[in-house]
């Protein structure tokens, strides 16, 4: 993996050989990981694993024809291969009036905010067995554990650079570390398997191994014994673990491309109220240490904090450049960078905590049931029909009961939200963050 000047350096010096090779514009994005990860399992080493790839994107067009191509050899014979082969892929390609660079009056400039996204420390192989071993550890001196399938420890540094024909260069780096643990509970049939698991941008940020591992256990033990539930409509709260889920559904259906295209269930919703209007949820690329910060998006222009929802309303769609001039809009800054085109991503996303506790959330749900996993992906994001598998644990007079398995909840996106309800439980952690959601008048299929 390259260092953060050569990136730049690489990523340049394919631009400058398109434009040569005859392109009329061109940007490439460079992306480097460096990873290390050790998985113990019953108190013995299991897999040590490293791993170093790079990847670069070219995109040329010619007029308003375009082509992406990517490599992973940066050698220079090799970039220059690759930016012919993409002028002669692009003089092939249909037109399409949408294509092309940013505008350059869009474009972020430096200097950047500094949002402490990589952890200087260095991290040993042997510290990073000690981590899983202790999490392991943890795990397993739980009451009723009664096997492991390991835990494990990683830690993780990446590289991304973007640089355009029309005066965008920029690089900037990361870290990720990493520690989880799965363990199982109960005898024979009745086995049960449950996890817990923590990512941080900086190793002091993680929680401890012991804690991560006592969460597996104790996940995994009270879910022994789950009993079936009857089919029929009630209250079903969506635990944190699983709630972010429904935000990634509202997001995907916020994307410009999916707009576009009129394959949206939100297409004509923009100015209805979609949800309680004490219901936020805010998006912040800046965080400092967040796990999906990054200071300008996969076409060069800076990100910003926004509120996707405001007083139960959308604020607008999520945009990359061709989407945008579609929509006869502006891009939001949402451009992400893969294998072809841009497509559209999100930072930091947080549905804001509500004022009341989970029990008080649930205090008057005479019957329920509380999600811990999901199952499957039953989304139609052109309609909004929802239908997945669960389990969890059953809800009886506002208290939460015992495990309940293999059963499925449904309904329809554009009912759920508007039917949304939070607690105060709210932990940013994973990127796409929620509290405990509680949504009435769910269809349940069970027994």
């Known amino acids: 993996m390259l260092e953060s000047n050569l990136a730049l350096e690489r990523t340049a010096a394919l631009v400058d050989l398109a434009r040569r090779a005859g392109a009329d514009a061109a940007d490439a994005a460079y992306s480097g990981n460096m990873s290390e990860s050790i998985q113990v399992r019953l108190e013995k080493l299991e897999e040590v694993e490293r791993s ?12 308003s024809r375009s082509a992406s191509i990517g490599s992973s050899d940066l050698g220079d014979a090799a970039l220059a291969e690759l930016a012919q082969r993409a002028i002669d892929m692009a003089r092939a390609a249909p037109e399409d009036r949408y294509a092309g660079l940013a505008a350059a009056e869009l474009l972020g400039r430096g200097p950047w905010p500094d949002l402490a996204l990589a952890d200087p420390t260095t991290v040993s192989p042997e510290h990073l067995r000690d981590l899983a071993r202790e999490a392991e550890d943890s795990a397993r001196a739980v009451a009723g554990v009664t096997n492991s399938e390991g835990a494990a420890a990683s830690a993780s540094r990446s590289v991304a650079a973007l640089v355009t024909s029309h005066g965008f260069e920029a690089v900037h780096t990361g870290t990720s570390h990493a520690i989880s643990a799965t363990v199982l509970a109960g005898e024979g049939g009745d086995k049960q398997r449950d996890h817990a698991w923590r990512q941080s941008r900086h190793a002091s940020d ?6 991560i591992g006592t969460l597996a256990g104790t996940r995994a033990v009270s879910r022994v014994r789950p009993a079936r539930l009857k089919s029929g409509q009630m209250t079903v709260v969506f635990d944190p673990r699983v709630g972010g889920s429904l935000v990634s559904h509202l997001v995907s259906a916020m994307s410009g491309p999916s707009i576009a295209r009129r394959a ?3 297409l004509d919703r923009l100015d209805q109220q979609l949800f309680d209007p004490t219901i936020v949820i805010e998006e912040d690329p800046l965080r400092p240490r967040g796990l999906r910060s990054r200071p300008f ?25 061709a989407s945008a001039r579609q929509l006869g809009l502006a891009s939001t800054g949402h451009a992400s960078r893969g294998g072809g085109a841009p497509g559209v991503t ?12 989970r029990d008080e959330l649930i205090a008057d749900v005479a019957h329920g049931v509380l999600v ?3 199952i499957g992906m039953g989304v139609n994001t052109v309609t909004g029909d929802y239908s997945r598998g669960a389990s969890g644990f059953l809800i009886e007079n506002g208290e939460i009961a015992g495990p309940v398995t293999e059963f499925t909840v449904a ?3 554009i009912d759920m939200f508007a039917r949304m309800r939070v607690a105060d439980d709210l932990e940013v952690y994973r990127g796409i963050d929620t ?5 009435d008048a769910m269809s349940v299929a069970g027994d």
Do not use: K, Q, Y
């Not at 998006?297 to 450049?321: F, H, K, N, S, Y």
């Open 52 to 63: 170093e790839g790079e990847h670069v994107t070219l995109r040329v067009f010619c007029g």
């Open 206 to 211: 993680l929680l401890e191994p012991g804690e």
């Open 264 to 266: 949206s269930f939100l």
């Open 297 to 321: 998006d996969g076409e060069g222009l800076a990100t910003v904090p926004r509120r996707l929802v405001e007083a139960g309303r959308i604020t607008g769609w999520l945009m990359e450049c």
């Open 346 to 357: 999100v930072g930091n996303v947080v549905l804001a905590a509500g004022n009341v506790s």
């Open 372 to 374: 811990t996993e999901l």
């Open 411 to 413: 309904g329809n996106l």
């Open 435 to 439: 509290p405990s959601i509680r949504i």
